[in-house]
């Protein structure tokens, strides 16, 4: 079975690549990249508007699309920036986003994923992975986006402070792309 994921972010790629490969061998991950239009809402609308745009633009494209996205919620700005952390990292970086908590006392935060994946004349299916945490002065080179400054509760390291492999068995990511390898599995 081939898997389109519309992604411009090789680390993504690799890292859905990875989890699924450890777990179904005959899926292969082909990368999409492809603009898509920038939706506003929560992630859930905004993964359906994905899935839609992508099936619409990829033509005859062979096997199924699959689309991602992540988000940071954090507790003390009621689930803000969510779905927009890309533009608040592009705007102020991991530091910011520690700033952004540092006057409050709660720095809690939920690394969140909804995948949305679309099999060849099947509806839409999101599978939602979750990691609670907490943000931090950025610690760590590894990864990406809030990788530094999003430390996880369970073993009190920022995803930036693991291996890849090391994210790949606990991060929101591997949730939600465990959830979708059981429907997978179950074809």
Do not use: W
């Amino acid at each position: 079975m081939i898997i389109n994921f519309v992604s411009g972010n090789p680390g993504k790629v690799r890292e859905i690549s990875d989890i699924i490969k450890n777990s179904i061998s005959n899926i292969e991950i082909r990368q999409l990249d492809m603009d898509l239009p920038e939706y506003q809402g929560d992630s859930e609308f905004i993964v359906i508007k994905k899935l839609e745009e992508a099936r619409k633009n990829a033509g005859n494209i062979e096997g199924a699309i699959l689309v991602e996205d992540s988000s940071l919620l954090l507790n003390v700005y009621k689930g803000l920036p969510g779905p927009y952390i890309k533009y608040f990292l592009k705007a102020v970086g991991p530091e910011g986003i520690y700033k952004m908590v540092t006057p409050y006392e709660d720095h809690t935060a939920t690394a969140q994923c909804i995948m949305g994946l679309q099999l060849p004349n099947d509806e839409p299916r999101l599978f939602t992975g979750k990691t609670e945490g907490e943000i931090v002065k950025p610690r760590g080179n590894n990864g990406f986006g809030y990788d530094t400054c999003f430390q996880i509760n369970s073993i009190n390291k920022t995803y930036g402070e693991i291996t890849e492999q090391e994210k790949n068995e606990i991060s929101h990511r591997m949730k939600a792309t465990k959830l979708m390898i059981e429907f997978l599995k179950n074809l």
